[in-house]
């Protein structure tokens, strides 16, 4: 496998790239749209609400772990996943600032 040399990037930029790689999947949209609309939830509920296998979602919810969007804490048998807001909040003001950059002129060049 090669070396991706993200460390050549600033790290706003990593950032904004976990975030994105998160969020490239229809399926991790609908976990999130879902953890945002009940406050938390259980996997085994996740896995209800979506056409998926219980370890697909988990795959799902291990990137979005690795993306900070979520936290992941153990009840009993169960792990509860929530939106992590502080991260949220990070991801939403850091791709808004990237998305609000306008093209120059080079934009109209093909």
């Known amino acids: 496998m090669g070396v991706t040399k993200t460390e050549a990037f600033s790290a706003i930029d990593n950032r904004i790239a976990r975030y994105a790689k998160a969020l490239a999947h229809p399926a991790r949209i609908a976990i999130l749209k879902l953890l945002i609309k009940r406050q938390a939830c259980i996997c085994g509920d996740i896995v209800h609400e979506l056409p998926l296998s219980q370890s697909t979602v988990s795959q799902h919810l291990r990137e979005l772990k690795k993306a900070r969007l979520i936290r992941g804490d153990i009840e ?29 002129a080079a934009a109209k060049c093909c």
Do not use: H, M, N
Request: hydrophobic share 50%; charged share 15%.
């Open 76 to 104: 009993g048998a169960s792990v509860c996943y929530c939106i992590d807001a502080a991260e949220w909040a990070k991801a939403s003001a850091l791709t808004r600032a990237f998305f609000e950059v306008q093209p120059g």
